[in-house]
Nanobody, 115 residues
Framework: QVQLVESGGGLVQAGGSLRVACAAS????????MGWYRQAPGKQRELVAT???????NYADSVKGRFTISRDNAKNTVYLQMNGLKPEDTAVYYC?????????WGQGTQVTVSS
């Protein structure tokens, strides 16, 4: 069973930066596709960024040029560096791991951007 634990959320002013991290348990992290999703109050969960086992990244249009996803396979950790934060980035950010047909979610970490 895979467990994902997010950390690094918090309160930041608009224009600021924040880095969230997701530590994964399990032996197959290096071959897993990892992703960050977010859910704002009253809205559906949406994809923010993904990274494949080979390091190929994909971003939502709303965060391109501002957010960077990366992974450290030695630490079983995936990161999301968020720069130029906007109030509309306020949401609970969830880590996601996909290994074949199986999918796992973290408990989420709150990111709040004040104007």
């Amino acid at each position: 069973q895979v467990q994902l634990v997010e950390s690094g959320g918090g309160l930041v002013q608009a224009g600021g930066s924040l880095r969230v991290a997701c530590a994964a348990s399990g032996r197959f992290f290096s071959v897993a596709a990892m992703g960050w999703y977010r859910q704002a109050p009253g809205k559906q969960r949406e994809l923010v960024a993904t990274i494949t086992s080979g390091g190929t990244t994909n971003y939502a249009d709303s965060v391109k040029g501002r957010f960077t996803i990366s992974r450290d396979n030695a630490k079983n950790t995936v990161y999301l560096q968020m720069n130029g934060l906007k109030p509309e980035d306020t949401a609970v950010y969830y880590c996601n791991e996909k290994i074949g047909p199986r999918e796992y979610w973290g408990q989420g970490t709150q990111v709040t951007v004040s104007s």
